[in-house]
């Protein structure tokens, strides 16, 4: 298995440029979930899905857009980037959502936005 | 505002003794918890959990406490490994949940 992948793994993007960061697990997940991870936050929660055809809205999830349209692939939409957006993303699959389920994390991408 | 917090951004240890990370959490409803690990340039991996209705959950040299009353954690590590040298997230959610809230780190350093 290769378990969670994502790519790219470093991007860098001008202000006002979109780009989708890729995301695909082979573990027949029905959670995956996308994380910012910046200095001193923590990893914070953009979106999640629960199934193919089911998102929904984390903690931060203005400037973003996700849709699942199969079990495996999660991307993320970056649809008018800004240098607020610099940061690492890791993607996340897991049986169920909440702390219940151990998450299985991708490798991150990093994303810097001049 | 942030559940879950680690107000310890750095800990440094020698090899063989113990290190012991502290998580403190504000959401009554978070009823599960676990702690994940992670290396430069690689995503986190999950190290250990633990489920309000228990007080200790032990796997190894890794046990995890959880005072609820207090609403902390704490996670011992014996004896300490060079290896160990990590970034340790605590996080958090309640048990009808598919959110998980994550406390901002601690880098622990194993020193030889």
């Known amino acids: 298995n290769a378990g969670v992948t994502q790519t790219p793994k470093f991007q860098v993007l001008k202000t006002g440029q979109s780009m989708t960061l890729q995301c695909a697990q082979d573990?027949?997940?029905?959670?995956m979930s996308w994380y910012r991870q910046d200095p001193g936050m923590g990893l914070r929660l953009i979106h999640y899905s629960v199934g193919a055809g089911i998102t929904d809205q984390g903690e931060v999830p203005n400037g973003y857009n996700v849709s699942r349209s199969t079990t495996e692939d999660f991307p993320l939409r970056l649809l008018s980037a800004a240098p607020s957006q610099t940061s690492v993303y890791f993607c996340?699959?897991?049986?169920?959502?909440?702390?219940?389920?151990?998450?299985?994390f991708g490798p991150g991408t990093r994303l810097t936005v001049t | 505002d942030q559940q879950v917090k680690q107000n310890s951004p750095s800990l440094s240890v020698q090899e063989g003794r113990i290190s012991i990370l502290n998580c403190d959490y504000t959401?009554?409803?978070?009823?599960?918890f676990l702690w994940y690990k992670k290396y430069p340039a690689e995503g986190p991996t999950f190290l250990i959990s633990?489920?309000?209705?228990?007080d200790k959950n032990e796997d190894g040299r890794f046990t995890v406490f959880l005072n609820k009353s207090a609403k902390h954690l704490s996670l011992h590590i014996v004896p300490s490994q060079p290896g160990d040298s990590a970034v340790y997230f605590c996080a958090a959610s309640g048990s009808n949940d598919y959110k998980l809230s994550f406390g901002a780190g601690t880098t622990v350093t194993v020193r030889a």
């Open positions: 959401n009554s409803m978070f009823d599960y």
């Open positions: 573990m027949n997940h029905e959670y």
């Open positions: 996340a699959s897991s049986y169920s959502g909440g702390a219940a389920y151990e998450q299985y």
């Open positions: 633990i489920s309000s209705i228990k």
